[in-house]
């Protein structure tokens, strides 16, 4: 029943929820932090000089579960290094040291995907060196670029995971991470709706960390920018015993606010949203589970399966994983869950789909009964986001998106072919109560359009020829599961940025890996 994959997904997920323990104890007492900071760090080099596969895998699964990488934090001369950062460098500087002293072959280099990456790559260089002579500030710029910076990761990723063994390591962890950032969404929104209903009118009425320009009393304080990029304030204490707080909000909440792993809020009736960016890699175990069991109950191969796990851990994780996507009430995320079931459907045989589009109508329909009868509020609320898809101005999020849309197309007049570099800020209205008035950002979530302010059309074909080759070379290894993985971060990066942070661009990674596997495995005998 439990199957030594189950057993070692099932340690990481402890492991996980261990991590999230000490960084909630850390956040409390700072100077425990920066302990829990330099031992995860020690711990995790010791084992990555030891086998530099251990600390690519930590590091993967730190980016799942640790969203934008604060978990643990070190305040250095007034820089926060995150626990992600620390890692990165770790690991890239092992690999490095490793590959010259040992004169080994760089195996990306090999890639039939490395001159397509190179260029793209080239180009960020160049948006760069565009946003600078563009006067954009420098700090702008490195914040608003270092998230690919995490492309670098390609060549340990590539160094490591060549053979069959190593790959089932990757989907392993891949898959725990998802498990984990999902049972944490879960476990959150359920604490809040059961003892903190005494947060409520607070949480809906939340006092914004972000500073608006009407805000602002002098020019100093007028150039500071809303982007919710670089850590928060409360995190550059180090070496305090215990945290000071001015609210009386839940810890929990502040918790997960301050090390940006998840976004609280007040829904209706007894209702929390709890959302988080990492539930992109909730959708990844969805999609990963719902492929499975494709195979497992529509194949007649006897081909044996990427990974094999038993039905009931599938169809476990498939509901869990679909239920926090759906529970999170992001439209980013439904709509890319709707395009890789779509995506799914196209790649069994026809009649097939049509059985389970029958099914998967009949379920709809036996839940939407549910929900109206039992549950009318509920009912309300999905019903109100699902319409709000086809019109965003009911809503005081979509609403701010539209506000988003003049701004933004105005910057990328300037130079659609090239655009006008990294750290390009626009102005807009916010109307959401968390940050109401005019906000200057240069990161906002049409993703899409903030690549091409940012390296103009030249630059995000540029990305689109790189992800289409890996999605076309998935097809060639027979891995659909991923393809549809990666047409939905397509998807979920129209409104909600992922391709440009390290949460997408991860994903990424590990199916460039995937699509080249077979060819440099070939190459390395």
Known sequence: ???????????????????????????????????????????????????????????????AIGVKGYL????????????????FALVFLIWLYRVIKEKKPIRFAQSKLFPVYALFTLYIVVGMILGLAHGNSLKNVFFDVNGYFYFALAFPLFQVFYTKKAYKKLISVLIAGGITISLF???????????????????????????????ADDEEMREKLSHSVTAKDELKESFG???????????IYRWTQDVSIAEISYLAGPFFRVFSPGQIYSLALFIIALFFLFHTFLSKSKKEVLLKLPRWFLIGALALSGVVVILGFSRSLWLGMLAAIIYGLFS????????????????????VLLLVFLAPSAYSLIEGRVTSIINPSQ???????????????????ENPLFGTGYGTTIEYESVVPEKYGTLRVFAFEWAYLDTII?????????????????ITRLGYRGYVFYQALLFALLVANITTPYLNHPLGIGLVLIGMVLAERKAIHKKSK
């Open 1 to 63: 029943m439990f199957t030594s994959e189950v057993k070692k997904i099932g340690l990481l997920v402890l492991l996980g929820f261990g991590l999230y323990l000490l960084s909630f104890v850390g956040y409390l007492s700072p100077v425990l932090n920066s302990v829990f900071f330099w031992v995860i760090l020690f711990v995790a080099a010791f084992f990555t000089v030891k086998k530099l596969e251990y600390g690519v895998l930590f590091l993967l699964f730190e980016l």
């Open 72 to 87: 643990f934090s070190f305040n250095l001369l007034g820089f926060v290094v995150s626990l992600r950062l620390a890692l």
């Open 185 to 215: 969404s879960l476990f959150v929104a359920l604490e809040f709706t059961f003892l903190h209903q005494d947060s409520r009118p607070d949480l809906a009425e939340a006092v914004s960390t972000e500073l608006t320009l009407e805000d």
């Open 241 to 251: 015993l215990s945290r000071n707080f001015e609210n009386q909000k839940p810890p």
């Open 348 to 367: 069994v045989p026809f009649k097939k789909a049509m059985k389970i589009v029958f099914c998967g109508v009949v379920v709809l329909i036996i839940a």
């Open 395 to 413: 809503e005081s999020s979509g609403s701010n998106r539209i506000n988003v849309l003049g701004p933004a197309l105005d910057q990328i007049w």
């Open 454 to 470: 940012e390296i103009g059309v030249v630059g995000l074909f540029l990305y689109f020829v790189l992800l289409f080759s890996v």
